[in-house]
């Protein structure tokens, strides 16, 4: 990492930072907070312990989340604290507004060194905040209006198994795939860790193999069982996803995954451990199969697309698009998926850029494969009084569609119930 030029990284406080278990900035300088002492211990001056930053309301405020099941955290100056629970934020109005102050001394005090650094540098950095009593949680730190601002998202303690999920058995069945690429998608908050962690740990607990995981940051843990898991995080254990990728196949891997293809280099990589015989799974921001198809072949010119083709219909096995629909009973949400699983058909499609459009239908099609769409995994949950009519519609790709199917249904239902009424 290039050296920070600033004015003041030369200080006795910023040198301090090796040795400082809680520091803030403030005023133009670090001021470091119990200051470790070569033999672990802990001395803490008076003005030390007078200047403390209030890490204990953080862990309280996080505290007050997981009490209400809530999914993410956002503190920001200026507001009291948000949580979102279900999908919807709320402000938590009992609690005083938040002041730069308060960011400012419980960022730096909950940040890895390395990411206080990132931080200074790039003025937003990622990292995973352990609660004891609690569990992890995944932070991001960042500047906005010239303060600092925060959002955690809860790591749920375990690892749901695919039916506590409500995921379909082709997600079982992909995890079980020899080799090739899978992928999970969604928007942000869609759940895709989750679906990628329950499939990990079936691996895990089925299997004796050697799964390596690239995460930015690590937010699952996977103990190891029958097989041998290694988890490298960005920043800490290794520089970036290229590098790591560089020299994944050195490490005798079975299984690798890959927290997010963010550029043409990953992509490459995750392609090319998928040709070689691994088995890969991947996350993409993409909303649909169809997306992400799309988003693969863009992420390369013109000149190489053709190429990326062949190689991601040769090596893709599957890919699970996801959305969180709000269950009726208000339980939480539940996934609606799409699944599109890799046949001879699917192969042609995506080799031919003229064809890939079709995909659609080939997916609409193809129950036998465990194929399905999102409006098609909508109807299902709604038939089976999972999620209600409003929010199927709601989270529809094709909102007509699904309404005169929804109908369909209801009329369907309706006959059977006045067939079985005796006269």
Known sequence: MPSLRLPWARSPEFLSIRRCKYLWF???????????????????????????????????????????????????????????????????????????????????????????????????????????????????????????????????????????????????????????????????GSGKTTTLAAMIDHINETMAKHIMTIEDPIEVLHPDKRSIVNQREIGTDTEDFHAALKRVLRQDPDVILIGEMRDPETVWAALSAAETGHLVFATLHTMSAMETISRIIDFFPPFQQQQVRMSLAGSLRGVVSQRLVQRSDSKGRIPAMEVLVSTGRVFDKIADASLTHELEEIIEQGEYYGMQTFDQSLLALYEEGVITRRDALATATKTHDLRLKMDASDLAKSHLKEAATPV
């Open 26 to 188: 403030s005023e133009g300088r670090f001021v470091p907070i119990a200051i470790t002492s070569e033999i672990g211990e802990h001395p803490r001056t008076e003005s030390a312990i007078s200047r403390r930053p209030r890490v204990l309301e953080l862990d309280e405020l996080l505290n007050e989340a997981v009490r209400r099941e809530a999914s993410d955290v956002h503190i920001k100056v200026g507001s009291p604290p948000y949580l979102r629970v279900d999908g919807l934020l709320f402000a938590l109005t009992d609690l005083p507004d938040v002041t730069p102050a308060d960011t400012e001394r419980v960022a730096f005090a909950i940040m890895p060194k390395a990411r206080a650094e990132e931080f200074l540098e790039k003025q937003e950095a990622d990292f995973a905040y352990t609660v004891a009593g609690l569990g992890r949680f995944r932070a991001n730190v960042f500047r906005q209006r010239g303060s600092v601002g925060m959002v955690l998202r809860r790591v749920l303690p375990g690892i749901p198994s695919f039916e506590t999920l409500g995921l379909p058995p082709v997600v079982r069945r992909l995890a079980e795939e020899p080799r090739g690429l899978v992928l999970v998608t969604g928007p942000t």
